[in-house]
């Protein structure tokens, strides 16, 4: 098949595309204006339609109105966008409703900066609006996991009816790399006879809400919701291991990090460290079993390595436990740690964990 | 048997949750109807709000999407441009449209959204217990504006019709109320002509109804129907504020 | 293959992002794992702008680098921040149209190409970027220059087909350039 070389957002948004979404709705925000530049030319092409919204909680209230309607949408942000965005994606869970939501971090908090960050880590595996809830987040490391993600993201969000989060950072969003546009076998999918569209001679109207006003109705909703969550964790977590069976320390990363944290390890190795790697794909539902497993077996400890101040490091100490150390290393702000950082991070780790 | 009166089909054979006296309960009907008339239950979606009206989908017989507040026009936004051949509509209140959601509702008429707002407003906010909305009246006792509301404190009340009016992407806006048969019948008359300039595919359409509460009010029906044909009609006039076609 | 971590840099404006997109896309071509990342931060509005290319046959890891293995610079500004980053032995590419200096370091090698002044004898001062494109390929030998030479047939076609022979000029320019001074 056919290597091309594209643009990470608009690969994604291509990606998108391709995968049957019929409706994009943003604003603008560095690092991801591509998506919605790419989307306002080629969606409308593809018989899909794009509105640049007023505000973030627009966009995500029109992905919440065409995916109440049937319709495969989406919206993309960068992180201050994103917290705006909480409101409707918290709604889209309490009404079983399923899209999909592309944020492509910078630093942070407040404005931050323009560069690539990780610092929303939290928000998106704990969830930043209201609400007991989850949703799959899935975090490419590179731009042909990043358009093979996407098709998936819709059909995961479709198979759950949730919302489906795409966690890219600034750098995914704005390099280039070679891809290949695979054929994607869609999921078998329920038909979405939920839908708001117009009841066409269906015996009831179809009422799509968040609220039930009634304590135990509510309670209901949520064990309903729950048992999704638990599938999702069940069937979509996903993570790469690289060199990880002899390993004496483990880097854990995900993202840009991810692809450092594997070069740092192969010059680990040449010094006759033997490090490995182990990358989530999705950061939720996180790889906290296999860790766990990892942790019983020979190494000596894990590091973490973000773009933050330690936020997927809780992930990787609640399933490391007090079996083995776990150590962190990050930068923030927008600043992408180097190699030789990392390595030597790793150096001091293994140092201390010997 | 003769049937003298039916309820309409655009409506569930549901009891209404409103309170004696609320006007939300006409509006429904007169909504319903239209729809009915134009054969358009099977087809309309229906947007309702945060506020008194989050329960419309159990009474509108149409499919209904429960938006969060203020965001109803965003979200009929893409409901209608990925459904462009069927009539969709929100159902907002006061706070929900005029305040909360005052940024959506004002660029869904800047983009000419060829969908139908129903604007309640009623003066105060309903569901959480008679608090001051932007559409209260000056002196207008509030829950927030114990002493009434004063415009040192809050400003003067907001026009919605006539400042959506300015935008030309909104093609008719009509303030009407529901206090007497007369008056119920031009709403009615208004709602249909909204909704035929939508499916016409004119542009944004806009019904004001300046409606009664009488329990956030502390009133009695025929105190509050009186309050607001000598208050609010005459801060709020009633009429056409815009009509493209006409002018 | 030699993997090659290369920084592009100069003002806006000056092509130094079509350059590196133009490496990286010859780099498909010939079947490279390939990465192009670029500076997209404040420094853009107005200042210097950078990319960063790595070719490679293997699996991409940390796309940004630290230590370069050539730079291409089009301004001065960019040779003073980008000449420490060479490893030992590595090429600087110069556009001596801009930058009057000459290298500070005796372990890194220097190709100076007077990109504009070429670019202005053949008439068209845009293909600058072109002659620079072909001086790297000319000196590092890591393309063919039948991949760019095809890459450029792709690139003007139709109406601007005019410009093959024009920019396979300025390539070809550029790589003797380069071939002179790395003999």
């Not at chain 1, 600034?170 to 070679?178: A, H, R, S, T």
Request: proline share 5%; hydrophobic share 40%.
């Amino acid at each position: 098949m056919k290597r091309e070389i594209w643009k990470g957002s608009e690969a994604i948004a291509e990606a998108a595309i391709r995968a049957g979404c019929r409706g994009f709705f943003g604003y603008p925000i560095t690092p991801q204006n591509e998506i919605p530049e790419y989307m306002s030319l080629k969606m409308p092409e593809s018989g899909g339609v794009f509105v640049q919204a007023e505000s973030e909680l627009a966009a995500i209230n029109m992905v919440y109105g065409a995916a109440a309607s049937g319709m495969r949408a989406m919206t993309s942000s960068s992180s201050p966008g994103i917290s705006l965005k909480q409101e409707g994606i918290s709604y889209m869970v309490g009404a079983e409703l399923p899209g999909v939501i592309v944020n492509v971090m910078r630093g942070g908090p407040g404005l931050g900066s323009i560069q690539p960050g990780q610092s929303d880590y939290h928000q998106a595996t704990r969830g930043g609006g209201n609400g007991d809830y989850r949703m799959v987040v899935l975090a490419p490391a590179n731009l042909q996991e990043a358009v093979d993600v996407m098709a998936d993201a819709f059909d995961i969000a479709d198979q759950y009816r949730n919302p489906v989060m795409v966690l890219a950072d600034g750098l995914i969003g704005q390099m280039m790399e070679p891809i290949v546009w695979k054929e994607h076998t869609p999921r078998v999918l329920p038909e979405k006879t939920w839908a708001a569209d117009g009841r066409r001679g269906r015996a009831h109207n179809n009422f799509i809400t968040s609220l039930l006003l009634e304590a135990d109705a509510c309670e209901k909703r949520n064990i309903g919701l729950k048992a999704k969550f638990d599938e999702m964790e069940k069937n979509e977590c996903r993570w790469e291991e690289v060199n990880t069976e002899d390993a004496e320390v483990i880097l854990v990363a995900y993202g840009t990090p991810a692809r450092i944290a594997l070069s740092a390890a192969e010059q680990l190795r040449a010094q006759g460290i033997k490090a490995g790697v182990l990358r989530p794909i999705t950061v939720w539902p996180f790889p906290h079993a296999r860790l766990r497993e990892l942790a019983e077996g020979s190494c000596r400890g894990f590091l973490a390595v973000e773009m933050s101040q330690g936020q997927m490091v809780d992930d990787v100490r609640m399933a490391v436990g007090e079996k083995k150390p776990v150590g962190f290393y990050g930068r923030c702000g927008g600043v992408v740690p180097t190699v030789s950082e990392v390595r030597l991070a790793a150096e001091e780790f293994f140092k201390e964990v010997q | 048997m003769t049937t003298i009166y039916r309820k309409s089909t655009g409506l569930q054979d549901t009891e209404l949750h409103y309170c004696p006296g609320c006007s939300h309960g006409t509006v429904h009907k007169l909504v319903a109807e239209v729809l009915e008339e134009m054969n358009a239950v099977d087809t309309s979606i229906c947007i309702c709000p945060v506020g008194c009206a989050v329960l419309a989908g159990n009474y509108f017989a149409c499919d209904t999407i429960e938006a969060a507040h203020g965001r109803a026009p965003a979200v009929a936004t893409a409901v209608k441009r990925l459904h462009p051949d069927q009539p969709v509509f929100t159902y907002q209140g006061d706070g929900d449209l005029a305040s909360i959601g005052a940024a959506e509702i004002v660029h869904a008429a800047m983009r000419g959204e060829k969908f139908t707002t129903i604007f309640i407003n009623n003066a105060i906010y309903g569901m959480t217990g008679g608090q001051m909305a932007p559409t209260t009246l000056i002196g207008q006792r509030a829950t927030t504006a114990p002493l009434g509301r004063t415009v040192e404190q809050a400003g003067s009340p907001i026009r919605m019709a006539e400042m959506l009016s300015t935008l030309d992407g909104l093609v008719y806006a009509e303030r009407v109320c529901v206090t007497d048969i007369p008056h119920l019948n031009k709403a009615k008359k208004a709602i249909r002509k909204a909704f035929q300039k939508q499916m016409a595919g004119e542009g944004f359409t806009f019904i004001e109804v300046i409606a009664a509460c009488p329990t956030n009010w502390g009133m009695d029906i025929v105190e509050a129907n009186q309050w607001l044909m000598e208050h609010m009609a005459a801060y709020y006039p009633l009429g056409v504020i815009k009509d493209k076609e006409a002018e | 293959m030699k993997k090659r971590e290369i920084i592009l840099s100069g003002f806006g404006g000056q092509g130094v992002m079509s350059i590196g997109k133009n490496l990286a896309e010859a780099g498909v071509v010939e079947g490279l794992e390939v990465s192009w990342v670029p500076s997209y931060g404040p420094e853009m509005r107005g200042g210097t702008a950078n990319c960063t290319v790595i070719l490679s046959e293997h699996r991409i890891g940390a796309p940004l680098v630290e230590q370069t293995t050539e730079i291409v610079v089009m301004n001065r500004p960019s040779l003073i921040k980008f000449e420490p980053t060479l490893e030992p032995g590595g090429i600087a590419f110069i556009n001596s149209s801009i930058v009057p200096d000459k290298v500070t370091r005796d372990d890194i090698r220097a190709v100076y190409v007077p990109c504009d002044a070429i670019a202005a004898e053949l008439g068209n001062l845009k293909v600058g970027n072109m002659v620079m494109l072909g001086a790297y390929i000319g000196a590092t030998e890591a393309l063919k220059v039948e991949t760019i030479e095809e890459m450029i047939h792709e690139m003007f076609t139709g109406k601007k087909a005019k410009l093959v022979p024009l920019n396979l000029e300025a390539l070809h320019r550029g790589i003797a350039c380069a071939k002179e001074q790395m003999a």
